[in-house]
């Protein structure tokens, strides 16, 4: 193992020893490397740093006018030099500042400085790197994300296991999670909570999430080592009332040695900012060293992989940051429009009408929602409304379907599901 690893692993068992205990086996042997990364950053003041693979004119890095023009508002060093591994500095304490911001309850002291990713996606393979085993156990609700099994099963070779968020008639449920860590019985697991919940648009109430954070808590007192994963891609999309804060938060305020909440969020859906790829990953823990021990090897396994996000999409949002008084009107805006388009929706598919063809799930956020089709097969569905209405859905698995309402025109929407309704009534004929 190598010895600045060593070091690493040393300092966190020496600061957290629980933390230490849920490393995966590449965990432990990660580190930053001593490399040309961090000696050119310590010749950034020389002179004549002929460190790094960059070319340069004396005061400026060399580009072309035609691609500097496209970025109207950011010089060029903004755009054309690397970035970070752990991303721009100043991007990265901007970031904190919205987190803090959005989250009145959490302490900046109780969470690590958010570590910019190539979006969300890297985010989560980036935690399998740092904390998952094969045989790991990687707990999900049956509704995910299919890219979940992706990162974990298929890369890293973890046990998925499933609980439902809905009971028979479509409506929420914490009673399946509750039981399902009541009666956990392994020495470790990894949790990943994703609200508002990608593919059925549903985001706990505050008293939801006291029941999900107390299963929780009771589970890491028995001695379980719980790295909790917050995937918040779509943070902040809420239509009703809901608990608006990250469950993050009330994770991270805990303080259980034992429990590692981790969050993923970004610029990506918040901000309609789909292709930059500008995620973070914050830990929370209020230990110095157990942080920088952490931001290391993930620094390391950043290095090891992309090695560094794009240089432009990280300025783009530390300027709309900086900048943000009309750049808040316009995402204003555009919630407002998300807002009209469920608000249809939810008139829409609880119609009497329709009660022969589905069951919805419950929806208060996000950008989707999900419906439970009666007597027809979702594939076939799936084909037939493309082939024969011109309208496409995604088939979920053998009962579902979802419907993301944020690319409907709102005026649009009573005609899709009609449609759709009258798809399911072709093919029950």
Known sequence: MNPLAL??????SNAKPEVADMLSDLGKLMYYPKGILSQSAEAKTTQYNATIGMATYKDS???ADTLNEVFNHLEPDDIFPYAPPQGIESLRQLWTQKILKDNPDLAEKDISRPIVTNALTHGLSLVGDLFVNSQDTILLPEHNWGNYKLVYSTRHNAEIQTYSIFDEDGHYTTEALVRTLESYDKDKVILILNYPNNPTGYTPTKEEVAQIVEAIKGLAERGTNVIAVVDDAYY??????????????????LHLNNLLPIRLDGATKEFFAWGLRVGFLTFGINDDATKNVLEAKVKGLIRSNISSGPLPSQSAIKYVLENHETFDKEIQHNMETLQARYEVTKEVVYADKYTKFWQPYDFNSGYFMALQVKGVDPEALRIHLIDNYSIGIIALNDTDIRIAFSCVEKDDIPHVFDSIAQGIDDLQE
Do not use: P
């Not at 009332?241 to 009330?250: E, G, N, R």
């Open 7 to 12: 070091d690493l692993n040393e300092k966190l």
């Open 61 to 63: 890095k060399m580009y």
């Open 236 to 253: 902040g999309l809420f239509y009703e009332d809901v608990y608006t804060q990250s469950i993050f938060t009330a994770l991270t305020n």
